[in-house]
């Protein structure tokens, strides 16, 4: 009973109204999936985790539940934001990455992408999606997006360690209809980036 | 928190209300209602089975004033104002300036009052049993 005590400090409060704010979160998501690249705005969290960003914080609540392992970086780590997750979704938590339907980085410098799982040739939805918390979604290296979803051709400029997802995203993408999807966050922004999606350097 | 589970739904909400100098509360899960499966096992010790369906309305909230209290509710029925009480009692014991006058005022007159039921329930059952021990003395 102590440890569950322990747990408990300072437990953060989770939607205010929980059955509509995750169906517009959830909407948020897909329309972001749908609309690669484009910046779309999730329900505000009033009490993320400490260094969580709140459409992060929202989107964990929205798609975890008791069917959903989840696997957290390093940075993600820690008893507020697992007694977070624990308290609103049930979900338990992968010892490894590859176990895991739902990754969370708070850094994705630290990441190996080919950890995740990908899915299998009769489930390929049955695949990790991968949630990364950046800097911001604008002002870093910019990228130029193509494909389902894109009319022409998508700019985005995410600001926050991503070298190494650009690096794994060619495989990723060779991998189609297998591989995970992404998901960028920061604020109450969200980039989607289903595995669907060609990602080239901007050439000025 | 079973005292407090347990109880008519009508006294744990007239015993919270008489209580005064209650903390402020924010929720961490508002009360909802849903069912959960229950599960026995044969005697205690059998194989597990499913016993039903069960209706529960739970919430959680945390005290304002003291960072790590969180009380929990889980209460048969869809009584939201009854999870609300519990919860709030279930808060207030873990909390050392409020938990003696919740327990002299709330929990000790509810177990009292469950007793009593408890016993007048025996008491009934006792009334009708049957004593079979002259029919076995008869065969030997």
Known sequence: MAAVIQDAAGLRAGFGAPVLESQACFSALMRALAFPGRVTQAPTLAEPPDGWPSALA???????????????????????????????????????????????LLDPRSADFTDFDIGTDQYPDRSATVLIAVDALAGGP??????????????????????????AWPRNRALYPL??????????????????????DQRD | MGVLARAPADRLTALM?????????????????????TRGRAGGTGDAFTLGEMTVTRCALRLKDHVGIVGHAYVQGRDVAKAEAAALADAMLQCE??????????????RA???????????????????FFTMVRAEG
């Open chain 2, 97 to 110: 300036a409020y938990a003696g006058s919740v327990r002299a005022a709330v929990v000790e007159p509810l």
């Open chain 2, 113 to 131: 009052e469950e007793a009593a039921r408890r016993l007048r329930a025996r008491r009934k059952a006792g009334a009708t049993k049957v004593d």
């Open chain 2, 17 to 37: 209300a008489a209580l005064g100098g209650k903390p402020a509360t924010d929720w961490l899960r508002r009360p909802e209602i849903g069912a959960v499966m």
């Open chain 1, 58 to 104: 929202a989107a964990a609540l929205t798609l975890l539940d008791a069917d959903t392992p989840v696997w957290l970086d390093e940075n993600a780590r820690s008893p507020g934001a697992e007694a977070f997750l624990r308290f609103h979704t049930g979900a338990p938590f992968a010892a490894k990455a590859g176990a895991a339907r739902f990754a969370i």
């Open chain 1, 142 to 167: 910019r990228s130029v997006l193509e494909g389902p979803g894109i009319k022409t051709s998508q700019q985005i400029a995410p600001k926050g360690g991503l070298s190494g997802l650009w690096e």
């Open chain 1, 179 to 200: 591989g995970f999807d992404a998901f960028l966050f920061a604020g109450d922004g969200v980039i989607g980036l289903p595995r669907s999606v060609k990602r080239t």
